[in-house]
Structures are given as C-alpha cells and as structure tokens.
C-alpha cells in the first residue's frame, strides 16, 4: 500500500462525540518510556511535552483540549495533540498532508513555512491559522480534529506576516491580530490588528498598529487575541526566544491604546524564555474552572519543549506561574499539581517506537519536504520499506534531501535501536540508507552499496547547512539483506554516540561522540532514509523491521 498521510473522516459536531474519538486514539498509544510528566500522585512535572513542539496553542471544546505547534518545512504539517487534562497528550494527527504551494516544498525549505499558528473552535468547525512568512496567512478548517481538513485558503497574501490568531467579537465582528518578520517584511516588534469577512477567511482592511515594542518589548511577536469582561487581551512574548518574558495587553477599545504589563518571566525558575503560548481554561467543576497556560523553553539541540503553568487573575489581569513575590508577576513551575478536570486520566504521551507492524506508519514522522514519487510503502507483513530515491543534483549532504524521514528528540537522555536490510540495485552503485542525528550538522551510521557489496559507514558533516561535504570512515562490510542493527545512545547535553550489531546483542560503538545541533529555528532529530546518486528504471531498498527508543541503562 503506497505510503500518503491517513486523516480521519469523521464529521462529529458535538464537543462530547469529538472527545471521544480523541480519547478512543489516546487509549491505543503506548506510553513513553524516556519521558512521561504525569507523576502519578496528582502532581505533574515540566514539560509536559518534552520535545520540540514550538509555538504552541491551544483550544478547548467541551472536556477536551486541542494543542497544535510550528512544523516548519516538516510534513506532514501541522501536527494536532489531544488531552483531557492538559498534562497527558496523544498525537492524533496533522492538517496539512502537503504543503503548498506544492512545488515550492518539493525542495527542502529550511526555516519556512508553518510558522506559530493559532487554533480555535467556533460555530462547530475547528479554525487553524498559520503564518508562511514567505507566502501569507492561511486558514484551514476541519468539523473534526483528526480531518478532513479543508485545503488551505490565503485569508491575506504577502511577505513577513507571521502568528496570526483570529477573535470573534461578541458584536459579530472578526479580527485578525498578527506579528511582523524583519527578515522579510522589513520592521518588526509590532502588532497589528485587522479587520475579516464573517467568514473569517479574507482580510479586509490594512489594520492597526496596535503595538509598538522597540523599546522596551524587542521582537515582541506570537501574540494571541481573546475578551475578558469587556477588555480585549493579547497575549504576546518579547525580548526573544532564549531570553525574554511574556507580556499581557489590555484595553477596552479593540484597537487600543493598550495597557501593557509583565506577567511572567525566568525568574529564579532556570527556566529561559518562558516564550510564547496560550491560555486556556478548565470545564467548571462544581461551579469552578480553572485557568492554565502553556509555553515554550528553547532547549537548544532538544528544540522548543512545552511547559504548562498554572494562571489566575488578579485585577483584570493575569498572573502566570507562582507569584513568589507578590508583585504580580509570576516565573515557571517546575512541578505542580494537575489541573482539576473532575476526573484522573490514563497515562499518555506522544508515540517515539514504531514496529512498523500497521498498514500506516507512525503519526511521529515527519518528511524533510512535501513527498514526490514513490519514497515509501508501508505493509501487513511487519516492516517500512524505503526505495532509494534520486538525490537533488549536485547536493553534498542530506540537508537538501527532501526524503528523510525523521522524528523530534523525545528526551535529554535516550537509546534509538532500529533494524533493517537492505537490498540495493546491483546494477547501481552508491544507493545509502541508514540512521541519523541530524540538525545544521549531522552524524550517523550508513549503508553504503558498492561494485562489491555494501560498506557499513560512520558518516560526519559539520555544518551541513553550508553545503559542506560529508566524511566517511568505512567500519565493516555487510551481505545484501543481511539484518543490521544500528542504534544512537543521546546523553545529556546532545552528546550521540553509535553503534552497531550484527545479532542485535553485542553492539559495537563507531566513531567519536557527536554534539547535535540545533536546525533552521527547531532542535535536532533523529532520522532513516534511502537515497540514490543517478537515475534508473528500478531502484534498491532497505526494510526497516522496527524502530525503538528506550531509557539510557
């Protein structure tokens, strides 16, 4: 069966039957064995999400909350998690199966694309609105949250418009409140807020400037539109990604002028940024909800990882985090207890292992570009199938590879084993396939077919993102469909170390350690492939039995 992106097709209205096809998914998913935040006495720990799911939102529709995050050039795109309490999460799909325009995103496009998008449910139908920093704002819409999504439509066309997120006023009208990219719009450190059809999928009007922040708010961006007892609200970050706070804007008129205030910050937390994200609240729960807000601490090579604090409001305004002081302005939780939903959910996280034993591959994996020609079948018989693919022209590397399937860094401290064969085109030489650590350098073990056979290779490439070349060091041979097991230990730090086995027991370590390093605005990730130099009418492949990650012993 040929390998395309499986999105559900179920049009369920009522907020109670959405939950339940989420949770029926939730149910289905092992449980990571690297990292899991629920502690299981009522508290949880930070993140909640321990991988790079950037820029989040999120919404909530009856019990049930729908988070969604940047994926860049990844696709699919767009990738939607679902909980009941805001510390469990499952992955239950993307709503972008290509990413258009499509040709555009047949080559790799490092750094674009889905930019920080914003998700909300209104009149039935869930509303994503995502940034192309290049291209414009889209929107997609879906009655449901694992599909089908509509295909995206350009609500405003144009460079450097980027973290839209909409407001349906309680007049009828629509709004549309947006940041600015400098590397492509010329300005940034402003907001603006726009005018939309009743539709909510066209732009109107050439908006406001609602917020100016060079001053004391330096790139201040992501910023998130909602109304609280007659004031509007933006939520937005400044200061930048690694170093900056999260601000709150108030005012009584839509287009201001705005308060401004400080609503939390690092703090004595270590935790850097605290960066851009969402509030939501709880279903009340004997006549009281509760209000919480997930963010994002850049981790360097771990990417974007999601944390969730706990939010009050005080004066009209909200205080995120613990308020140590008593000044009205809260810094991360490092533990905390879990938000009170009425009930206790089962464990849940986001799926890492895949043994390749579906019809499907696993919702984890992403492509390098939008899939061209036939890359991969998926199979009953227990395994993933990559056919060697033609390399673009003249590439050095496999950072403009578009078919390498990767995955995030699921941990600080992890072991990836998979298992494979190969069987390359015996008229051709040079097919590759293998794993890898992969970010603006990479490292990894190959296959390698050759006029004798096929070499095992360590394989290193500093600053792959400057086309520099790769280096090679051939540490074995191996027999055509011979089974191999090659395996990645990440330490602390990113610190990768390979290895590799012949009976999946004894395994010999290659090579130096590797630092991994962070890609175009995402962290590392761990990736397969099989790829080809030259064209032909036929090609080799590689059958990938399982892929596995595991504790560090």
Not at 128 to 133: G, H, L, R, V
Not at 137 to 164: Q, R
Not at 417 to 446: M, W
Not at 502 to 507: E, K, L, P, S, V
Request: neutral net charge; hydrophobic residues 35%.
């Amino acid at each position: 069966m040929k390998y395309y992106f499986i999105a559900g097709t179920l049009t369920l209205m009522a907020a109670d039957a959405i939950g339940q096809v989420a949770t029926k998914s939730q149910t289905t998913q092992p449980i990571s064995k690297v990292w899991v935040s629920d502690l299981g006495n009522g508290q949880y720990k930070n993140p909640v999400l321990n991988a790079d799911y950037s820029d989040p939102d999120v919404c909530r529709v009856g019990d049930d909350f729908y988070l969604i995050s940047s994926s860049f050039d990844a696709v699919p795109g767009l990738p939607i998690l679902h909980s009941k309490d805001l510390v469990n999460w499952t992955l239950i799909g993307h709503a972008l199966h290509r990413q258009p325009p499509i040709e555009h995103f047949e080559k790799t496009q490092h750094g674009n694309g889905v930019w920080a998008p914003a998700i909300r449910f209104h009149n039935g139908e869930f509303y994503i609105y995502y940034p192309d920093p290049d291209f414009g704002i889209y929107l997609t819409k879906a009655k449901n949250p694992t599909g089908p999504w509509s295909e995206p439509v350009l609500v405003e066309g144009g460079k450097g418009l980027i973290d839209p997120c909409p407001l349906w006023d309680d007049d009828g009208k629509v709004y549309l409140v947006h940041g600015w990219a400098g590397s492509r719009a010329g300005i940034k450190s402003v907001l603006t807020v726009k005018k939309m059809n009743t539709a909510g999928d066209k732009v109107t009007d050439e908006g406001v400037l609602v917020y100016d922040g060079h001053v004391i708010d330096p790139t201040v961006e992501g910023p998130k539109f909602h109304k609280r007892n007659g004031y509007y609200y933006i939520f937005a970050p400044a200061g930048g990604v690694s170093t900056g706070w999260q601000i709150v804007l108030r005012s009584k008129n839509v287009y201001g002028p705005y308060e401004r205030k400080v609503v939390m910050d690092e703090g004595k937390s270590g935790i850097n940024g605290p960066h851009q994200g969402a509030w939501v609240d709880t279903k009340p729960v004997n006549g009281k909800s509760e209000d919480w807000f997930l963010h994002f601490q850049d981790k360097d090579e771990y990417g974007r990882v999601v944390h969730l604090q706990p939010m009050k409001w005080v004066n009209d305004w909200p205080v995120i985090g613990q308020d140590v002081d008593g000044d009205g302005k809260g810094e991360p939780v490092l533990t905390y207890k879990k938000p009170n939903v009425g009930k206790t959910f089962p464990l849940a996280t986001p799926p890492e292992s895949d043994e390749f034993n579906s019809v499907a591959f696993g919702k984890q994996w992403q492509w390098q570009a939008n899939p061209k020609g036939i890359w991969s079948f998926t199979t009953a018989q227990g395994f993933l199938r990559l056919y060697s693919y033609k390399a673009p022209e003249a590439t050095k590397n496999l950072w403009t590879v578009p078919n390498v399937l990767m995955q995030k860094f699921p941990a600080e401290e992890f072991i990836a084993t998979t298992k494979l064969s190969f069987t390359p085109n015996t008229k051709l030489e040079n097919e590759r396939t293998g794993l890898v650590v992969i970010g603006q350098s990479y490292a990894g073990i190959f296959l390698k077919s050759d006029k004798d056979g096929i070499s095992i290779v360590q394989v290193t490439c500093k600053n792959a993102h400057e086309d520099k070349p790769e280096k090679e060091n051939v540490i074995g041979r191996l027999k055509s469909g011979e089974p191999i097991f090659l395996r990645v230990k990440v330490n602390k730090g990113g610190k990768s170390q390979f290895s590799y086995s012949r009976d999946g027991n004894t395994f010999e370590t290659v090579g130096e350690v590797f630092q991994a390093e962070v890609g175009r605005w995402i962290g590392a990730k761990l990736g397969i492939f099989c790829t080809r130099e030259s064209q032909t009418n036929d090609s080799g492949y590689a059958d990938y039995d399982w892929f596995r990650v595991e504790p560090v012993q």
